[in-house]
């Protein structure tokens, strides 16, 4: 089967660096996506990765290694309005994306 | 970057109404929309998959003659809840992916919150 496993809640404090997890199992892998949601709204693009290694944007980097199954999201100097959930969608081979119930990122002053 | 439209953000209706939610593409043409539901604190549900032109797909346990889509054109697809009933409250997304791009992204709408009374 397809599954995602995600931390269910993180908690940081402003101004820090935290790294959230996902390991998942897709029928086949056309690349992984992060998401992030903030309560009540749709999901917005954060990341992209295809290939194995790190893919920086600014004070967001995801991680991919694809034997392993695994990546990774680092936020830096984290602030307030980060707090929000974080979906990591990796996409099958049928490039249908699979979502996970995501992690959400609770920031404190 | 691209900008997908909903409408409308938010509906009330009665038990047993037909709801229709409308799902554009603004800046690009579309070649497959998704549907998806959202209950709180639950991960993004994928309901169907459309192409223009074409019949959508639609995922197990979705019943395609409650949920009804058209997706006329390459910049809209429409999501009706037809007899819909306190269960369907929930928070209906749509998203759009041009098929272009490097990144086979899917740009995502501002969401439809659906309230049954």
């Known amino acids: 089967g397809q599954n995602i496993d995600q931390p269910t809640e993180m908690t940081a404090t402003e101004g820090a660096i935290v790294q959230i997890n996902c390991t998942y199992q897709?029928?086949?892998?056309?690349?992984l996506f992060w998401y992030q949601q903030h309560a009540g709204e749709a999901p917005t693009f954060l990341s992209y990765?295809?290939l194995d290694g790190l893919e920086e944007k600014g004070r967001f980097s995801s991680f991919l290694s694809r034997s392993k199954g695994y990546s990774y999201l680092l936020l830096k100097e984290l602030q307030m309005k980060d707090s929000a959930s974080y979906l990591c969608?990796?996409?099958?081979?049928?490039?249908?994306?699979?979502w996970g119930a995501g992690t959400k990122l609770i920031i404190k002053p | 970057g691209a900008v997908v439209s909903q409408h409308p953000s938010w509906v009330i209706c009665k038990s047993g109404t037909s709801v229709k939610i409308e799902c554009r593409s603004l800046?690009?043409?579309?070649?497959?929309m998704f549907w998806y539901r959202q209950f709180p604190k639950q991960s993004l549900m994928l309901m169907a998959t459309?192409?223009?032109?074409?019949?959508?797909?639609?995922e197990q346990g979705v019943e395609k003659d409650k949920f009804l889509i058209n997706h006329a054109s390459l910049t809209l697809s429409t999501l009706t809840v037809t007899s819909a009933h306190p269960e369907d409250s929930s928070f209906y997304i749509c998203?759009?992916?041009?098929?272009?791009?490097?990144?086979?992204?899917?740009?995502f709408g501002p969401g439809t919150r659906l309230t049954v009374l």
């Open positions: 459309s192409n223009e032109g074409s019949k959508a797909t639609y």
């Open positions: 897709t029928s086949g892998f056309n690349g």
């Open positions: 969608a990796p996409m099958d081979s049928n490039y249908q994306l699979i």
């Open positions: 800046d690009f043409q579309a070649t497959t």
């Open positions: 990765n295809v």
């Open positions: 998203s759009a992916r041009d098929g272009v791009g490097e990144v086979d992204e899917q740009f």
